[in-house]
């Protein structure tokens, strides 16, 4: 069994990795560089053709989770491959909007993972000579999977993205042990930064209380209660509706602070799905304590009126107007009025690409927002960023990393026991040697004999 990485070894993102044997040959994710929307049309063409070459003849294509930087490309590939991914993946991705939904409405050759069953736990798919199984590990994005590749007498472990600080934390410990090699994401694996408690200023921020890091899930809870709590105001908060540990987390202190949770109609998507695979993820249609507010642009799409007609077309075009017809008549939706007249008891999911709606008719006497994603989104959100100062709003920090941190990659590591590790999904792989002191590394080279 040979592995060879196509993109990745340097760099957080675009993942794609190849596995053959004699025999047979399957690719590990399809990812789109981070920086991908930012390049010249023709870059981007370059890239697209590079992925289409890589998986070219291909047996088959297995998915670790639904994250573009996983699977962005997946829409340039030959469709009569097959496409191997969890429930959860799938249908976090059935809600058009994202980059394997576009591949999904062409009907295309998708396969889930068998559902984990205590009586029968043998997931695994063997494609000819290779046998691939599924691993549950916990990551923001929901479902996300480890993959253990076996072929020609050795295993080859593929974490990847993993933490071991979210509600699935201790899923790692049940990751295969021993195996021959493990080729693990190391996004937090670079010069170490200063996360003590200093300053309330980040970049063009000004929070109101010093920023400080959070490890676990359940911290970011306990700060969005304290928050929450006795509060007469309408709490803004912005996280990413693909983040369900997340979501999770902000309805639990929603529903711990007598709060009512307000999400807009493509998160409401969202959750309507992936409720539909675990049904302990709360969405508006079989939880109390969560609404849906649709905002008034999405309520005019279709209307005459341009600048509703642009917004449609800019944001939310892709959205099954199924789902515009199922929410828009749903007992779960409440107007703008209802929110403004309860905003004390409102803590409102917001989106950058809805800010300029919330600006024009959500008028509220009092509130704060609540920053719930990664910091170094404010350089592409400068008009989110110029609303918050213009209009002195306080401004909270509750997030954590969705991947694992240094001291967590090596209990990982300590519980896998590895022969070899390959780093991926990393600026710094010369550093693994310096982390996983007793390791044997491999990173000289884009390719390996397991």
Request: aromatic fraction near 10%; hydrophobic fraction near 35%; glycine fraction near 4%.
């Amino acid at each position: 069994m040979r592995v060879k990485i196509y993109r990745g070894s340097h760099e957080i993102g675009g993942s794609c990795i190849e596995v053959t044997t004699s025999t047979n040959r399957i690719i590990l994710d399809v990812g789109m560089p981070l920086n991908y929307d930012e390049l010249k049309d023709t870059e981007q063409k370059n890239i697209d053709d590079e992925a289409e070459r890589w998986c070219e003849g291909a047996d088959a294509i297995f998915i670790s989770h639904y994250h573009a930087d996983h699977t962005g490309l997946l829409k340039h590939i030959d469709k009569n491959i097959p496409v191997y991914l969890s429930e959860g993946t799938l249908a976090a991705v059935s809600v058009p909007g994202k980059h394997l939904s576009e591949r999904l409405r062409l009907n295309n050759n998708f396969i889930t993972f068998k559902s984990y069953d205590k009586s029968n736990p043998d997931r695994s798919v063997t494609v000819g000579s290779i046998k691939v199984t599924p691993y549950t590990v916990d990551h923001s994005a929901f479902d996300a999977c480890a993959l253990l590749v076996e072929a020609d007498g050795k295993q080859l472990l593929y974490s990847g993205d993993i933490r071991i600080s979210g509600r699935k934390r201790g899923l790692y410990k049940c990751l295969p042990k021993n195996v021959d090699c493990l080729l693990l994401e190391g996004t937090n694996i670079r010069k170490e930064e200063d996360h003590s408690v200093k300053t309330c200023d980040v970049g063009d921020l000004h929070f109101a209380k010093c920023v400080r890091r959070y490890y676990f899930e359940n911290e970011v809870e306990s700060e969005l209660c304290n928050l929450f709590s006795g509060s007469n105001k309408l709490h803004y908060i912005w996280a990413s509706a693909l983040d369900i540990d997340r979501i999770v987390t902000i309805y639990q202190a929603c529903v711990k602070t007598q709060k009512t949770l307000y999400i807009d109609l493509y998160t409401a998507a969202v959750l309507r799905d992936i409720n539909e695979v675990r049904n302990t993820i709360p969405s508006a249609e079989t939880h109390q304590n969560i609404k849906v507010y649709i905002p008034r642009s999405y309520v005019y799409y279709a209307g005459a009126n341009p600048a509703a007609k642009k917004f449609w077309n800019e944001n939310i075009a892709e959205l099954r107007q199924s789902d515009v017809e199922y929410f828009r008549n749903a007992k779960s939706v409440v107007s703008k009025n209802h929110l403004v007249n309860n905003y004390g008891s409102a803590v409102v999911l917001v989106r950058p690409k809805l800010l300029s709606d919330i600006l024009k008719y959500l008028k509220v006497p009092s509130s704060d927002f609540i920053w719930s994603v990664w910091l170094g989104y404010r350089d592409k959100n400068k008009a989110l960023v110029k609303w918050l100062n213009d209009n002195q709003i306080p401004l909270y920090f509750a997030h954590t990393s969705g991947h694992a941190d240094v001291e967590s990659l090596q209990k990982i590591v300590k519980s896998v026991s590895p022969k070899a590790i390959i780093p991926v999904h990393t600026e710094a792989p010369e550093k693994f040697e310096e982390v996983f002191k007793g390791y044997k590394i491999l990173q000289e080279a884009d390719s390996y004999d397991v």
